[in-house]
């Protein structure tokens, strides 16, 4: 027991030490060493603790790190789901249900791929206008229509080949779903709340339409997320754009508030 105490302490002595190195490394001649010495850090513990270190996803030093955080998550979770889980073909006909921070990415994912139709769905009116920006060429207001019969009838083909629904309700998965025409695919890229149930008539099943989901955008983000990036820095994908504001830390819970409202695409947290 002595004996495995002392190894312990012993490797965060290293740790410390190696810490200490790239902090002044980082002072010294810049963020570049900084963030080697930091990976060196996490493999040395990740031998010791027999995780594999390599690392998950290596971007490009010249992405600016206030916009680059924004796609491990939000901005994969939105975009990965049109590449990767749904593949969707250039002219497909798409639906996005919710169109907040992960479901603007979902939009100008689908412009990327040259979808015909993107028929953006929400409650709020400020987050329509903003899929327009992204790409959207129909907005649906669903808090003062029907959205499943609105998308039907704009799709032109009794729904759409693809929705993608970026909420987690019940109400909304069953409207996305019941947006398809037969054949269609629905992907659930919304988070539910635990014990969240959906009644589905079986027929629509039987009329070969397909209801799935996704998680991290469905992809590897040891390629998507740098792809991303290379994506961004070539002017083709908008992340600037998605952030509506900047806060320092003490604002933190400011910009929960500024999210539930509704008042912002993301907001970044600034550590100053």
């Known amino acids: 027991m002595a004996s495995s105490v002392a ?12 810490g200490g190195i790239a902090f002044v490394a980082a002072m010294a ?7 080697d010495a930091f990976i060196l850090i996490l493999k040395l513990l990740a031998e010791i603790f027999g995780y594999d270190a390599k690392p998950r996803a290596r971007i490009r030093l010249d992405a600016p790190l206030d916009v680059a955080c924004l796609v491990s998550c939000g901005v994969l979770a939105g975009a990965g789901p049109v590449f990767n889980r749904a593949k969707v073909p250039p002219g497909a006909s798409v639906a996005v249900f919710g169109c907040g921070g992960v479901g603007l990415n979902t939009v100008q994912a689908a412009r990327m791929v040259g979808a015909g139709k993107i028929i953006a769905v929400d409650v709020n009116r400020q987050k329509l206008e903003w899929a ?7 907005a649906v207001d669903a808090s003062k229509e029907d959205p499943v019969a609105r ?3 704009i799709s032109g083909m009794g729904g759409v080949d693809f929705a993608f629904e970026v909420v987690g309700t019940q109400k909304t998965i069953e409207q996305a779903l019941a947006s398809t025409h037969r054949g269609g695919t629905c992907v659930v890229v919304g988070v539910s709340p635990a014990g969240t149930r959906l009644s589905i ?8 339409r397909i209801l799935t989901g996704t998680s991290f955008g469905g ?4 390629t998507d997320v740098p792809l991303l990036l290379d994506l961004y820095k070539a002017g083709t994908y908008k992340l600037d754009e998605l952030i509506s504001r900047r806060l320092p830390l003490a604002e933190l819970n400011q910009a929960f508030e500024l999210m539930l409202q509704g008042d912002v695409k993301r ?5 100053e």
């Open 201 to 208: 008539d079986p027929t629509m099943f039987l009329q070969q």
């Open 29 to 35: 001649i810049g963020i570049a060493v900084a963030q």
């Open 267 to 271: 907001s970044v947290i600034v550590y």
């Open 7 to 18: 190894v312990l302490a012993a490797v965060l002595l290293v740790a410390a030490l190696v």
């Open 151 to 153: 998308v039907q009838a």
């Open 132 to 138: 327009e920006e992204f790409g959207a060429t129909h």
């Open 219 to 222: 992809g590897h983000q040891r």
